[in-house]
């Protein structure tokens, strides 16, 4: 079994600063990209940030020049460093990781989702 466990987020006023960790765990044969998605209240859930294999990262627009993702491959974990947070960055943020389960090698990567970290921003 798999698990993506995050930490991180909370309350915080515009302009300031977070940062998230999540961590995959559980019979982990492979892991591909790695990284954040979020979903602000009356929205469809957004990408905001991911790394793959080489380290090669993506961000979404709005959070260029503010988001900075990085990961530890030695301990399965995705950061997410957060600065100059605005009120739109409010919403509720969710781990993502292509993975591929060692007791289902033949699935190939599969997609697991963390519990979800609430974000506030206030203005």
């Known amino acids: 079994q798999v698990q993506l466990v995050e930490s991180g987020g909370g309350l915080v006023q515009s302009g300031g600063s977070l940062r998230f960790s999540c961590t995959a765990s559980?019979?982990?044969?492979?892991?591909?990209?790695m990284g954040w998605y979020r979903q602000a209240p009356g929205k469809q859930r957004e990408s905001v940030a991911f790394?793959?294999?080489?380290?090669?990262?993506n961000y979404a627009d709005c959070v260029k020049g503010r988001f900075t993702i990085s990961r530890d491959y030695a301990k399965n974990t995705v950061y997410l460093q957060m600065n100059s947070l605005a009120p739109e960055d409010t919403g509720v943020y969710y781990c993502?990781?292509?993975?591929?389960?060692?007791?289902?090698?033949?699935?190939?990567?599969?997609?697991?989702w963390g519990q979800g970290t609430q974000v506030t921003v206030s203005s």
């Open positions: 993502n990781a292509a993975i591929i389960d060692w007791n289902f090698v033949a699935r190939g990567f599969r997609d697991y």
């Open positions: 559980g019979t982990i044969s492979r892991i591909n990209a």
């Open positions: 790394s793959s294999t080489g380290e090669i990262t």
